[in-house]
């Protein structure tokens, strides 16, 4: 009754079987035991961004460093930590977690644009050709110079500054990465003009969560036989031999357009998504893309573990991408 630990891992099984409830009150009583369990603050910290509760989430959620499991480096950097009320005038943001989250939290170098501050932002290399046109505000480099700032923070941590209530997440839910239109407008001459097009993406390669996100070819087949419908791989990595089973045997070819690799490829991915009349994916880079651009988008979620918490719906309605 008294061992933290127990109540966390209890609360963890709850939380992967989709009963957040539960979970939160698990959490909260391992904390009442041990008021340090970092796991414990950072796990109930997702349940509280995903219920709109951003005061006690954004708070929990600094406690990420301190876990164990957290797929992210934190960068060792000798200078303050940024905050809004200081007079820091030279920012460093930094990027954490995969591609789709630093996506998610991109939105928000908009709301730094008019603070009078000089950014620097470093974010994966696949990222930058679309990022430095939506935002030209921010200097994106390779590396950080530590002599030249005078602050940073991780692009996760932005969110405590503006976001306080899902109103102000539904203010940031339209599209705010710009598609490359020249390469929009080169790729439109490979894909058919005479029947719509649907994007699709089944698979996330995500270490810990990525098996528990994915699907088949075969589990979306009464989707994929509907009539006057052209699919389009946005699939990231090799799935030629799935799409040719899967010829095979219904006689349906999943459009691969070769001359974008949906891996490396960001801003050839994006315009291929620009090019669809909508986007069926799970829950990976894929479909980050498409809330950015604004693509009308349907996505598929797993009930409990690999269901992340930033999809808070109203409805069916993504809270974070207005057209998801």
């Known amino acids: 009754p008294k061992f933290s630990d127990a109540y966390v891992n209890l609360a963890n099984l709850y939380k992967e079987n989709g009963s957040n409830l539960e979970a939160k009150k698990l959490y909260i009583k391992s904390l009442e035991i041990n008021s340090l369990h970092y796991e414990a603050s950072f796990n109930l910290s997702l349940i509280f961004l995903n219920e709109g509760n951003f005061n006690d989430g954004w708070a929990g959620y600094r406690k990420k460093w301190n876990v164990r499991h957290f797929n992210s480096k934190k960068f060792d950097i000798k200078k303050p930590i940024f905050d809004l009320s200081s007079n820091h005038r030279h920012v460093f943001v930094w990027k954490e977690q995969g591609i789709g989250d630093q996506i998610l939290f991109s939105r928000l170098f908009n709301d730094l644009r008019d603070k009078d501050l000089k950014i620097d932002a470093l974010i994966d290399k696949k990222l930058k050709p679309l990022f430095q046109s939506s935002f030209p505000h921010i200097n994106f480099v390779e590396k950080i110079y530590a002599h030249e700032i005078d602050s940073h923070i991780p692009i996760g941590d932005l969110g405590r500054f503006f976001i306080n209530n899902f109103d102000d997440v539904k203010a940031r839910s339209h599209p705010f990465i710009k598609v490359n239109q020249q390469r929009t ?3 439109k001459k490979l894909l058919p003009s005479d029947k719509k097009l649907c994007g699709i993406s089944w698979i996330s390669v995500n270490e810990d969560l990525g098996r528990d996100k994915s699907m088949s070819l075969e589990q979306l087949k009464d989707i994929l036989l509907l009539p006057n419908m052209v699919f389009v791989d946005l699939q990231y990595g090799d799935t030629s031999q799935e799409r040719q089973s899967f010829y095979k045997k219904y006689g349906v070819k999943i459009l691969k357009i070769e001359e974008v690799d949906n891996f490396d490829d960001i801003e050839g991915l994006a315009s291929l998504i620009d090019l669809c009349d ?33 999809w808070s719906k109203q409805g069916t309605q993504s809270i974070w991408y207005k057209s998801i």
């Open 278 to 310: 909508c986007v069926l994916s799970v829950s990976n880079t894929t479909v980050h893309i498409a809330g950015a651009i604004g693509k009308p988008t349907y996505l598929m979620l797993p009930k409990g573990k690999g269901k992340l918490w930033y």
């Open 185 to 187: 407008g080169s790729l």
